[in-house]
């Protein structure tokens, strides 16, 4: 089929002649704002790079104004550039303006530049990729939207889509853009019980996935999960089922094959006008409660912003290959796979595999054989690609490579200086960015700036054109002194930040805007320099990081649990060496529990009901745990346990029962040793 085979071979090597010319020719950079920066012409007085950074603050609205004009193919030109109320989490962009992302994703350049490459699938065996032009592409989303089309959805549906990274895949998200519903992809490594939760929020009618996916040499049937998700959702009326192997798979009414009715759609399909805050998609993520949230992302402001953080954070230029490592499960491969490459008529890589597959050499020799140009991935893969040793990048030619990124999480120095000395030769600056799924685009990192300015290791450094960070006290204040921490927010609205979580409004507001009043609160803390760059310190919340996937505690808890065994738990994160953070669980047991194999017992829970990056590291068991009178769970102590940091507890006054503290540190030494 055509995941597999088919007609998106047959240009593939015309291509591939022609993306090395294009890299040949690159054009030089200059300081001159206007010549970095071509949106900016029109700016009077703006001279340099500094000056478009304080003219994006100052002057937000003609700042946005300018480069959505300039950047985006507009079906009615809007009316207003902003309209926003922090306080009630209202942000509008670009009101009474009419556009169609699929068009700017796809038609203009299927136009201009039909046998550009527009996707490098490159799937789980190295060396078996398949190259996607952009006439192709925009073939392949007409057809499959028209398929939704006749298959009655429309603006106002969400589809599910449960896919790993495939050329179908980003076409299923254009073509729901393009007949106007909502997509909500869902990372196919979540369990049967986490997808219909989220099927069931979002209401899908329709759900698209594949027989199988293939990754690390390993097979997973992932219909067979989404068959045991439907079972529960019954808004599902619809599955459509892509063959990504040859493996046969049972098909029930609801399934539809969807390769094969794709063939007989037209290969036009017209786009529907929507309107600049008409919903794009949802996307799920974890919070400081045990219910994921779907952030609600809207038309033109997203695209606009992952399309100009795409071109000025990676420096992406004409025929560059751009290598975004993330599954597009999560909100990096949305924005840097798929929405910012392709609104800029890029090339984009689309990977299937893993780190270490078929051994740690892996990225580096694709990245000879693909000649990818921007490399963006996480900490931990290359904290744990480290550990391997320089040999696996060495033997590789990576003199393509132009710029690094890493997303996710913090990269400690010792991987962020192997990363630019040893990956990067030293050539390429190291670009650590700091974003969210709520903010949709990248919202501090090293560049854009001066081409040689200053970059230190580990630090985010600066704020992107047009976001304004400011550090808040223990008093809500904002932080006025130099060389400071706080908890980070943002003071404007910038366009792609979220608008609302879906179903939840007020949820929305008070997770974001309720805590520092006027601003919108991230979660994380940070610290600013006395030079103004920004590192950014970790989570302030209940959140963690496990492997730059993030997931709550309580949602952890939750499903620890429901355990027959397990009486309660609490989850903590806990520093680990190459994930970055790994799961600690405290778990009391039932009185009359049975002892059996209770570790592999939660594991499976945990692993059935969400996924397997969930699982806990550690499980100490405990007769009780630490709790203020009220009943609060003091984790601030448990944290301290696991950080063997005891000499110092804190204010324990509250505590109901002291003895439980000592009971846990024992227990502790007695599980992780001294
Ligand atoms: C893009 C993404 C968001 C959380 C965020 C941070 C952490 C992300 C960095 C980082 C330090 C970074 N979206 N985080 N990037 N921490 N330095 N460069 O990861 O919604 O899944 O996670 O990830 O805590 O709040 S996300």
Request: hydrophobic share 35%; net charge neutral.
């Amino acid at each position: 089929m055509w995941l597999s085979h088919g007609c998106v071979k047959a240009a593939a090597s015309c291509v591939g002649r022609r993306l090395s010319r294009a890299v040949a020719g690159r054009r030089k950079k200059s300081h001159a704002a206007s010549a970095f920066m071509p949106e900016a012409a029109g700016f009077l007085g703006v001279r340099d790079h500094g000056g478009l950074q304080e003219f994006s603050i100052s002057q937000t609205e003609s700042f946005w104004a300018a480069v959505a004009r300039r950047r985006l193919e507009w079906i009615t030109p809007f009316s207003d550039v902003l309209d926003y109320d922090m306080e009630r989490g209202k942000v509008r962009w670009f009101q009474g303006g009419q556009l169609n992302v699929s068009v700017n994703c796809l038609d203009r350049h299927a136009h201009s530049n039909p046998d550009k490459v527009a996707l490098i699938w490159e799937r789980d065996e190295p060396g078996s990729e398949v190259k996607v032009t952009y006439r192709e592409l925009l073939e392949m989303t007409c057809r499959a939207g028209n398929l939704l089309r006749r298959r009655s959805v429309k603006k106002g549906d969400c589809v599910t889509i449960y896919m790993p990274p495939c050329p179908l895949a980003v076409a299923s998200m254009l073509a729901c853009a393009r007949v106007g519903a909502a997509h909500n992809v869902v990372f196919a490594g979540f369990s049967a019980e986490a997808l219909a939760e989220r099927i069931r929020d979002a209401r899908s009618s329709t759900v698209i996935t594949v027989n199988e996916s293939v990754r690390g040499g390993k097979v997973t049937p992932l219909k067979s999960t989404v068959d045991a998700a439907v079972r529960n959702c019954p808004t599902v009326r619809q599955v459509f089922v892509v063959m990504r192997t040859d493996a046969p798979v049972a098909m029930t009414p609801k399934d539809v094959a969807m390769e094969e009715e794709m063939m007989s759609e037209d290969t036009v399909c017209e786009p529907v006008t929507m309107d600049s805050e008409d919903v794009l998609f949802l996307l799920y993520t974890s919070g400081s409660t045990g219910k994921p949230k779907g952030l609600v992302h809207t038309q033109a402001g997203y695209l606009l912003y992952t399309s100009l953080t795409h071109k000025y954070v990676f420096d992406y230029n004409d025929g560059d290959v751009f290598g975004c490592v993330a599954d597009i499960g999560w909100i990096t491969g949305h924005s840097y796979a798929v929405y910012g490459p392709l609104a800029n008529g890029g090339t984009s890589v689309l990977f299937e595999s893993t780190p270490v597959y078929p051994d740690p050499g892996r990225y580096w020799e694709m990245v000879e054989r693909l000649k990818i140009n921007q490399f963006y991935g996480a900490p931990t893969a290359i904290r744990l690609l480290l550990k391997y040793g320089d040999e696996w990048v060495r033997k590789y030619d990576r003199s393509s490579l132009k710029t690094l990124g890493s997303v996710g999480e913090p990269i400690n120095t010792e991987a962020w200086e192997w990363y630019h000395t040893v990956v990067g030769e030293g050539r390429c600056p190291v670009v650590d960015t700091w974003w969210q799924t709520e903010t949709g685009g990248i919202c501090i990192a090293p560049r854009p700036s001066e081409p040689n300015a200053e970059i230190i290791p580990g630090m985010a450094m600066r704020p992107f054109f047009g976001i304004k960070p400011t550090l808040m006290d223990a008093e809500g204040k904002p932080v006025t002194s130099d060389d400071a921490s706080g908890a980070l927010c943002l003071a404007k609205p910038w366009p792609g930040m979220a608008r609302s979580i879906h179903n939840d409004h007020q949820r929305f507001i008070d997770t974001y805007f309720k805590t520092y009043p006027g601003y919108f609160f991230t979660g994380d803390g940070a610290h600013c320099s006395k030079e103004g760059y920004y590192q950014i310190t970790g989570r302030l919340d209940d959140v963690i990081n496990v492997s730059g996937h993030r997931i709550g505690t309580a949602e952890i808890e939750d499903v620890v649990n429901q355990c027959s065994a397990v009486a309660e738990s609490a989850v903590i994160g806990c520093s680990h060496p190459i994930k970055g953070q790994g799961v600690y669980a405290f778990v009391v047991l039932k009185q009359d529990a049975q002892n059996d194999d209770l570790t592999s017992q939660i594991n499976n829970t945990v692993s059935s009901k969400i996924a397997k990056y969930a699982c806990p590291d550690h499980i100490q068991f405990v007769q009780r745990l630490p709790k203020t009178r009220s009943g609060k769970i003091m984790r601030r102590v448990l944290r301290k346990v696991v950080e063997r940091d005891v000499g110092d507890l804190g204010d324990l006054s509250t505590l109901d029962d002291p003895a439980a503290v000592q009971e846990i540190i024992q227990g502790h030494r007695d599980l992780c040793g001294n």
